[in-house]
Nanobody, 121 residues
Framework: QVQLVESGGGLVQAGGSLRLSCAAS????????MDWYRQAPGKQRELAAT???????SYADSVKGRFTISRDYTKNMVYLQMNSLKPEDTAVYYC???????????????WGQGTLVTVSS
């Protein structure tokens, strides 16, 4: 069994910052990709940022230059530092990862429950 648990969401004024954290736990053999997705009210879920096992990062154009994704490989954690927040960043943010469990041949995609970020104008 594998779990992803996010934390760090909340209410912030436009221009402010928040740092999201996500902890992966369970019978984990390895983790390659870790991502942050977000889903705004009435919209489809979209990929915000990705970090690979070798530390390569990529970002959606809408967050590039404002958000930074990082990982702690020893703790199986991923973070999303969000700066210069805008009202349009308001969304539920989900952590996701490709995780190979101990005893499994192939990795599988796992999701957290999400954490709400609200940016007021």
């Amino acid at each position: 069994q594998v779990q992803l648990v996010e934390s760090g969401g909340g209410l912030v004024q436009a221009g402010g910052s928040l740092r999201l954290s996500c902890a992966a736990s369970g019978s984990i053999f390895s983790i390659n990709l870790m991502d942050w997705y977000r889903q705004a009210p009435g919209k489809q879920r979209e990929l915000a940022a990705t970090i690979t096992s070798d530390g390569t990062t990529s970002y959606a154009d809408s967050v590039k230059g404002r958000f930074t994704i990082s990982r702690d490989y020893t703790k199986n954690m991923v973070y999303l530092q969000m700066n210069s927040l805008k009202p349009e960043d308001t969304a539920v943010y989900y952590c996701s990862a490709n995780i190979q469990m101990r005893g499994s041949v192939w990795p599988a995609r796992y999701w957290g429950q999400g954490t709400l970020v609200t940016v007021s104008s």
